[in-house]
């Protein structure tokens, strides 16, 4: 199968002495990229959500451990400081847990540049992978609804869920895709569907809240979506919207599809009870474009994650295999020590 | 019980010699009244949205017709023109028969300007019973979620939903509000915030798909809607989003109320199956105040209502009484001929 075609984005770039990021801040109206010259300027753009996607955070992450061994800088205070960039995406963890081992190990900063190009690089080949095994259970002529973004700009190309997509789009099982806008942050309206556009995938953008009509309409077979952490059991944290999108699939046997590569699962985690849920600023919901939408004196509140329970997911994707109906005993034969 | 410390906002507005509407596209940044100095201008003020919400379309379309027979315009080519201005919102054609009924009747301008002030004050007066009766249902310190606008604005005064939860907020029973955004108008965001914190209702803003999410967490006890149409077995249209919250309410074990005048039901449509559901311009998904926020080239599908169905209701409150899940047998013995 040739993806070229479908994987022609690479959001994040080693340039041997800085880091290459797109802003996906400013997507689609400007294309620009921010160069982190300092492991510093990394946790900034990760925090302030420059880069962001779970795999693309750990991939980033990656890169400014190595960028601070090349500039001497200590190492530990920047593995803590990136640790607490973003709370939820396991991604992250397992990133600078990877980077973490090989610094103990003795590696200089050559070793921790290929380890962070290693990661990124692994990252692309499960991402076909997971493409690969994830459209396989998609019959031909489908409609498929995804949410967020989890394409080439969430992780080192290709994408997780957008990656299932477009190489169901390239067997020719995919007909048509609904991406939700997914505020506040407007991921799919801005993100997804600038990749889709872009790779001439027949697509239609919707608001969040018309997944459960469009469901009913019958257009969709499937839904599709990343994850930022996979507990034990199979419960998925993913970007708000998530658990309502499986809630709504569930009620009209509509089927569910969660898309992660391994590093996303975190077996040290029991259930989506015990995962931590990134809390944003009020302010995102208070404003559209720097401007004032909704009256002074207004409050809000903006969870950035919700968790789908394993109850109401047909399968997780991983570039290890596919698990149907996941819980406990499934995810430990796959992922247990 | 006193309401009025709760019911300060007029929003359609007879004067005598032309209607004043408060333009609410542009709140909650500008408040800007539009003057309709005849009925072609109330129709645009409709389709445009200036005047939205069922209850209030209908009141402004009754102006409209007895503004017209004020001019000497001809009154069925007004009727035609007025009753294409929406499709979905049933209490346009309810107010336009009921102003015709009285034109077949010979009534003369000045019995057709009493006939819409009577709609008018028959809505505020329904509103105030309604909200007594919905509130009745709610237990004290309950968190209730609601979706859209149906406060003041949408209606002669006091709200429908709006109406039930300003009651029961008059009345100690409720300690909380949610509103959800309502993409893509942001009527719950722009609008409904707007009334709750002129209002000082403990009040906070959520993403529409953060709704599940939030029923999960126990913060509310009821989700409470209004609607745009009623059909004879209760299945229930209402702004998009409805049907998404009604079926993660049920999957929470959250109560679910639709609140509407009786004009509302249109016991001739026998169930949602059968309601037109308007599908509006996908630009209003593609850019946010004026500005592109999609790329160049994307499509979008932009349905702006959908069906709640009965099963998922647990009570449809009017100002005849409350049905608690409703059905066809429930719904004739209140509405039936």
Not at 45 to 62: E, F, M, S, W
Not at 63 to 83: F, H, I, N, S
Request: proline residues 3%.
């Amino acid at each position: 199968m040739d993806y070229d075609r479908y994987d022609r984005i690479r959001a994040v770039q080693w340039q041997g002495d800085h880091l290459r990021l797109l802003d996906q801040r400013l997507l689609p109206g400007e294309e620009c990229w921010i160069n982190c010259a300092d492991a510093g300027q990394i946790t900034q753009a990760i925090k302030d959500l420059a880069v962001r996607g779970a795999p693309a955070i750990g991939i980033a992450a990656a890169w400014g451990v190595a960028l601070a061994a090349k500039q001497g800088e200590p190492l530990d205070e920047v593995l803590t400081t990136l640790r607490a960039a973003r709370p939820t995406a396991v991604n992250l963890m397992w990133a600078l847990d990877r980077m973490k081992k090989r610094i103990v190990a003795g590696a200089d900063a050559a070793a921790l540049v290929r380890e962070a190009q290693a990661i990124q690089d692994e990252d692309l080949a499960a991402n076909r992978r997971m493409g690969e095994l994830g459209a396989a259970l998609i019959r031909t002529h489908s409609g498929v609804l995804t949410h967020c973004n989890t394409g080439s700009l969430a992780t080192a190309g290709f994408g997780t869920a957008l990656g299932v997509i477009r190489a169901g789009v390239a067997m020719g099982r995919i007909d048509h895709v609904y991406a939700g806008e997914t505020r506040p942050w407007q991921q799919g309206a801005r993100l997804t569907m600038w990749e889709l556009v872009r790779d001439g995938i027949s697509a239609q953008l919707i608001a969040d809240s018309a997944a459960a009509h469009l469901m009913k309409s019958g257009a969709v077979q499937w839904v599709i979506v990343g994850a930022d952490r996979i507990a034990a059991n199979g419960d998925t944290a993913n970007k708000i919207g998530t658990y309502q999108l499986a809630i709504a699939a569930k009620y009209h046997g509509v089927k569910f599809m969660v898309v992660a590569p391994s590093s996303t699962v975190d077996m040290a985690t029991g259930s989506g009870e015990e995962i931590e849920i990134e809390l944003r600023d009020p302010a995102e919901l208070l404003s559209t474009a720097g401007k004032r939408t909704v009256v002074e004196g207004a409050r809000a509140w903006n969870p950035v994650f919700d968790v789908a329970p394993a109850e109401l997911i047909d399968a997780i994707v991983t570039e290890r295999g596919v698990i149907e109906r996941p819980n406990s005993i499934s995810m430990q034969a796959m992922f247990g020590w």
